[in-house]
Structures are given as structure tokens and as C-alpha cells.
């Protein structure tokens, strides 16, 4: 994404939230040369979705350096696709 595209995604944002109550933007991974930390500064919270097993501890914690750079609101994290290895004969009903 340029810096235009950025640019009309801010207006299309503005126009937006004109029009609507809540708005859920979903945006590539948080990478030094991502737009989605750029536009998550202008968002009103960003939720961190990260892969169980996948991703890694180190990439957790730079996504969340990079948007707090930009004063991105961190509402918190999603752990997608996360596996129970607990046999079912050990759960409790």
C-alpha cells in the first residue's frame, strides 16, 4: 500500500464512521513495512490475532512494539486455531 492508498483509506475511514456504528478493518500482518500499522494508529483499537502453533513469541511481541510506536490502542490478543491436547476421557462434563 502507498502512501495514497493509506491516504484514501483514511477518507474512506472518516466516511465511515459517519455512516456506521462499528467498523472491523482487517489488515496483514504487523511488519515494519506493513500498512496495517499505520492504519491501526488510526483505528479506535487493534486486536492482535495471532496463530497457535505458528506464530512465534519473538513476531508477537515486535507486532505489539510497532503499533504501540504509532500509538496504536492494543485491545488485547486472539489466539486462532488453538488445538486441545487434553484427552477427552480427562475432561470434566
Not at 504487523?30 to 494508529?41: D, F, K, R
Amino acid at each position: 500500500m502507498n502512501s495514497a492508498s493509506i491516504e484514501r483509506f483514511s477518507e474512506l475511514l472518516g466516511e465511515s464512521r459517519a455512516a456506521y456504528d462499528l467498523i472491523v478493518v482487517a489488515l496483514p500482518p504487523a511488519t515494519e513495512a506493513s500498512p496495517g500499522v499505520t492504519i491501526g494508529a488510526q483505528l479506535d483499537g487493534v486486536l492482535l490475532v495471532l496463530e497457535s502453533e505458528k506464530t512465534r513469541i519473538a513476531a508477537a511481541r515486535r507486532a505489539r512494539q510497532l503499533l504501540e510506536r504509532t500509538n496504536a490502542r492494543i485491545l488485547g490478543a486472539v489466539l486462532h486455531n488453538y488445538r486441545d491436547y487434553l484427552p477427552s476421557w480427562l475432561k470434566r462434563d
